[in-house]
Each structure stands twice: as structure tokens, then as C-alpha cells.
């Protein structure tokens, strides 16, 4: 095991790690996003006024990274039509009207899996992307260009994220799906092996995850320093098999593919059921939620409900964030839905969700010391507020992983991770045109 360079050691603040999954039930209404995915966006296949039933496919397109888009529910659409997402741009969405029945469709039933190619399409057709965070279509991530060699899987259960439990609570409520995913994985693909990287601040899902390798010699559990990044996908290769991802590349460069825990329990569960993915567990916490807890929930769930459903809030939030308080996206409302790759939702008091105020760089390097990608986040902050976006190329921006850990080792609070997600924006804008 290596130890990889740089990272932080935030508050844990794993408040809900031992509170059981609740499911939430049918919402009063979804808002279903077309594009849930990196790659192109889907086309509506549904209009108003269409009756739809649960798992049934409500947004595809032809082009190959790229996901289906199902039903969360049963019910009436209402609308379809563009809304705009926290990123700032409109995004095709599908607003359903639940009857409260959740009938399932005729559609789903459980795939027919003889090869490899059959079970390509068949994680294709459940609409699996990564639900980790990053939401890269899983049936493209399985299947490496030709002449890659991949002789390691990878699955991701750090969870290093301050409050988020959702991967863990999935560790212990789930194992033997886990575990039953990861060899299909292994079947179907070729792949000689499995390595689970889990940090040591779990004992109980490492004991567990252990108890049910404990006969199967292709797979292996391994318990990883409690340290910030960890569970970066780059960093955590490195961790595990020594192995550096060079500059522009992709972990099957180096032999490795990269799945979140949930997401390979889910390949198990669709195997078995043909239910695709429609529901996601979240961890809903932070200091202005009443009662934090883990919640299962229909995607296309309103924030609103969801907090709702936990209790509302104690205290005015001062800010909403998807996703943890390192690398998660600040919400501007309520009625913005639940993601695939949704695995929290923070509501933090005024005090605790305030920015604290720049002050000018005093080129201390604690942000390079932090950096695990060994870049220098002081400078490209500086390259991309000039406008230097070629510059910034030659130093590497594309390689930032966006994780925050050179923000919050800073002790003038520069906002440089929002500097570099503005300079990669309009160097991908360039590349585009």
C-alpha cells in the first residue's frame, strides 16, 4: 500500500453512519433530468399528458456515452421541458404527477445475460452511471478501448467526504450484494481481480466486507488511511496498487477500472430484478436539519420533500449543497431534484455555510503541500483570474480534480477550486468550437 502525496483531515462528521436506510415513499411530484450523465444528453420519450409507469424509459439517445433516463414513478406527465439546474444551464426535464399506485412497467424484467457484449447492454439499458459523483455511464467505463489490458477492479467504498454515510450504511445494509456485483463484474469483463478500498475509519463494513471474502480468493478487502482525498479515484489507484494515472489519461491506461461500492451492488440487484435505476440512498445532514438521517429516495425527489421528510429544518439554512462539503455543488433552491449521482444533501445553518471573506495570497504553499495531484493551485488561481487560460494548460488545470483541499489548507480562504472550474469551463467551451 502507498501513501499518496498532499491531502487534508477534515471533521468526519459522520453523524448518520449509524442510522439505518429509510425509504421515503412516492413524492407529491418528480422532476426528472435528461442529462444525469456525462456524454450527450437524452431525448425525451415521453410527452404531456402520457401516462408512465415505474422503470419505465423516459429519456434515450443513440449516441454511445450516454445513459437512459427511467421513471421514478407512476403517473401523468405534466411537463417537458427545459429547467434550469444548478449549473447554471437549462436541461431538458420530464415533471411527473405520481398516481401513488407506482405500477411497473411492462419493460422491466430481468435481462438476459450469456456474454460479455449481452451484459454491456444489459448495464446500458438499467441506466447505471457512476453514483460516486462523478456519473460517467458505467457500460462505457466496462468496456476499454481495444488493446487495453485491465487486470484490476477497483471498488470504491472511502467515502472520505465529511457527513456523507450513504456508501457505508450501503456496506452494511447490502455486503453480499456487494459482493455478488463484483463477480459479475469479474465474470463478464475478464477482470483477474478485485481490491475494495474501504478507510479504517469503518471497522464494522470492514469486518463485514472481510467475513464475505473470506472464500473468495479474486477478491480482497483493504482498510486505507483515514485521509482526504482518499477516496479520489486517482489517488485511491495509487493507493492500492502503486500504480500513477499520467497527465490526460484514464485508469485503464494503467490496468485499473474504477466502481463505487452502490454501484456494483446495483449491477447485482439489476441482474436479478430488471428494476433499473430509479431510487437513490442519500445522506441528509448538516447543522440546520432537524433529523439527519439516511433516506432512500425516488429520483426526481424535490429538495423540499426530501428535507421535509427529515423534519424540516431547525434553523435557516445558509446554504444547501448536493453532495459533501469538499466537492459538492451549492443549490439555489428547493425545487431542484435528486440526482442519480445525488449520495447527500447538506443544509447548514447561516454561520456554519458562510464564506469566509478572501484575503490577499501570502504564497505560505500550503495549498501546493495539500494538493494531491502535485499541482500549483496558487497559480493557476492567478493564471485564470488574468485570463492566462493557455498558461494555465502548460501547469496542468485540466489535472485538477476540483477536490478543495487546497482551499481549505489556506489561510487567506482563496477560492482557487472555483478559479480552475472557470478556466477548465472555457478551455472545454474552446475545444468545443
Not at 487486470?151 to 459482493?179: F, K, M, V
Not at 459479475?184 to 466486507?209: D, F, R, S, Y
Not at 439516511?294 to 445558509?318: A, H, Q, R, Y
Request: glycine letters at 8%; hydrophobic letters at 40%.
Amino acid at each position: 500500500m502507498k501513501l499518496f502525496k498532499g491531502g487534508v483531515h477534515p471533521p468526519q462528521q459522520k453523524n448518520t453512519a449509524e442510522k439505518a436506510t429509510v425509504p421515503m415513499g412516492v413524492p407529491s411530484v418528480v422532476l426528472i433530468p435528461l442529462a444525469q450523465h456525462l456524454g450527450a444528453p437524452c431525448q425525451p420519450k415521453v410527452k404531456k399528458g402520457d401516462t408512465v409507469k415505474v422503470g419505465q424509459v423516459i429519456g434515450d439517445t443513440d449516441a454511445y456515452v450516454s445513459a437512459p433516463i427511467h421513471s421514478s414513478v407512476s403517473g401523468t406527465v405534466t411537463r417537458v421541458e427545459p429547467v434550469v439546474l444548478s449549473g447554471s444551464r437549462p436541461v431538458m426535464c420530464v415533471e411527473i404527477k405520481p398516481d401513488g399506485l407506482q405500477e411497473i412497467s411492462e419493460e422491466v424484467k430481468p435481462p438476459v445475460v450469456d456474454s460479455r457484449e449481452s451484459f454491456l447492454a444489459a448495464i446500458r439499458a438499467s441506466g447505471l452511471t457512476g453514483l460516486g459523483g462523478a456519473a460517467f455511464p458505467t457500460h462505457v467505463k466496462l468496456n476499454p478501448p481495444k488493446g487495453t489490458k485491465v487486470d484490476t477492479l477497483i471498488i470504491n467504498a472511502a467515502e472520505c467526504e465529511p457527513y456523507i454515510t450513504s456508501d457505508y450504511r450501503e456496506c452494511l445494509e447490502n455486503t453480499q450484494g456487494i459482493i455478488e456485483g463484483i463477480l459479475h463484474v469479474l465474470k463478464w469483463t475478464g477482470i483477474e481481480k478485485a481490491l475494495i478500498g474501504i478507510e479504517q475509519n469503518k471497522p464494522e463494513a470492514i469486518k463485514m466486507l472481510k467475513q464475505a471474502v473470506s472464500n473468495i480468493p479474486s477478491i480482497t478487502v483493504h482498510a486505507l488511511p483515514t485521509r482526504y482525498p482518499q477516496g479520489a479515484e486517482k489517488t485511491l489507484i495509487y493507493t492500492l496498487t502503486g500504480r500513477e494515472v499520467p497527465s490526460g489519461k484514464l485508469p485503464a491506461d494503467v490496468g485499473c477500472i474504477v466502481m463505487n461500492v452502490a454501484s456494483v451492488a446495483f449491477v447485482a440487484s439489476y441482474l436479478k430484478t430488471g428494476m433499473p435505476l430509479v431510487k437513490k440512498r442519500v445522506t441528509v445532514d448538516g447543522s440546520a436539519v432537524r433529523n439527519p438521517q439516511n433516506v432512500e429516495v425516488p429520483i426526481g425527489t424535490l429538495l423540499k420533500e426530501v428535507f421535509d421528510f427529515c423534519g424540516g429544518f431547525k434553523s435557516e439554512p445558509g446554504k444547501v449543497i448536493m453532495g459533501g462539503p469538499m466537492m459538492g455543488v451549492s443549490q439555489y433552491s428547493l425545487d431542484l431534484p435528486v440526482l442519480k449521482h445525488t449520495n447527500a444533501l447538506l443544509a447548514l445553518d447561516a454561520d456554519e455555510g458562510r464564506i469566509p471573506e478572501e484575503t490577499a495570497c501570502i504564497r505560505c504553499g500550503r495549498c501546493v503541500r495539500a494538493c494531491p495531484m502535485r499541482l500549483l493551485p496558487l497559480e493557476l488561481d492567478r493564471l485564470v483570474k488574468t485570463q492566462q487560460f493557455e498558461e494555465a494548460q502548460r501547469f496542468h488545470l485540466m489535472d485538477c480534480i476540483e477536490c478543495g483541499c487546497c482551499v481549505y489548507a489556506c489561510p487567506a480562504k482563496r477560492l482557487m477550486v472555483q478559479s480552475i472550474r472557470i478556466g477548465k469551463d472555457y478551455i472545454r467551451r474552446n475545444a468545443k468550437k
